[in-house]
Each structure stands twice: as C-alpha cells, then as structure tokens.
C-alpha cells in the first residue's frame, strides 16, 4: 500500500468523492454531503489530501484537512478540519483509515495547526468507533451541519 499526496481534483479523488458521496446519500437518503469544498482548500501549506493505493496502483482509500479559523460556523483559530475519510468496502478492516487519519494529523500537526475536527453522523458507527479509539472526544458541533441531529462532531488536540 502507497499512500499519496494528491491535489482534491485529480482523477483518483473525485472518483472516490463519488463513491463516498453515494455512500452517504444510500446511508442519509439525501444527495450526499452538501458542504462547499474546492482544490484549493487541501492545498499545502493550508490543508493536504492524500490518496492510498493498493499493488496494482487502484485508490483505494482516501482522507484529507484543511485549515479553519473562527467563524460563525464554530470552528476555533488553529483547526484542521478532516474531510473525506474513506476506504472502498472491499479493502476496509486492514487499517487503511487509521494510516490516513495518522498521517494527516502528523502533517496538521507540522503545519501548525492546534486541533483537527471532523464531523461524521449517527448512520457511520464505524467512523465514530475509528475516531473514539484514535483520542477524539466530542465537541460542540461546527460546520454545515452544526445545526443537524444526525451530525456528530468530535475533536482532538495535536
């Protein structure tokens, strides 16, 4: 397995945001996660997205951060928003997503940045177990979704 860095609009990345935008509308029954994402936010030095590859070099899984700062939505100076962790159904339970979320943490971390979030939802209870065993602790909820009953926001210092 080849971890990656990627820009957020390679071919490799919107095929899997495809995939993880079907998973969430089957899950939600809606069209996906509506939350304004561009190239640009994943961007090194203010964010990075990365992309794991298997063998035969398929993407496999994926995951990314983006800087935040103060705002209306509840973000605090110094976040590091995590976005689009995912793993194909095929390849999950071999740590894939625990590799992902370490290494974006590691490059938050060196980045500068204080705190990585995320928000997930109450339909995705292996995200919440991946980010319970990895020192995330809920949190005031943030973001698009702040206001949702579905959503979950959780936080952990870097």
Not at 17 to 22: G, I, K, S, T, Y
Not at 60 to 88: C, H, P
Not at 94 to 123: H, P, Q, S, W, Y
Request: charged fraction near 30%; aromatic fraction near 10%.
């Amino acid at each position: 397995m080849e971890i990656r860095p990627v820009p957020f609009d390679h071919p490799d990345a919107v095929k899997l945001n495809d995939e993880v935008q079907a998973e969430y509308a089957l899950r939600y029954g809606d069209d996906g996660d509506a939350t304004y994402l561009e190239p640009s936010h994943f961007a090194p030095p203010n964010g990075l997205y990365l992309i794991a590859y298997d063998e035969g070099d398929v993407p496999v899984a994926t995951g990314g951060w983006r800087s935040q700062e103060a705002n209306e939505e509840n973000y605090r100076d110094g976040d590091a928003e995590l976005k689009r962790m995912f793993v194909i159904e095929q390849m999950r339970g071999r740590g894939l997503a625990r590799r992902i979320l370490a290494a974006l943490e590691a490059d938050a971390r060196a980045a500068g940045r204080k705190r990585m979030v995320l928000e997930t939802g109450t339909k995705q209870p292996e995200a919440v177990a991946l980010y319970l065993s990895s020192g995330y602790e809920r949190c005031e909820n943030f973001g698009y979704y702040r206001f949702h009953e579905e959503s979950l926001c959780y936080a952990k210092a870097l």
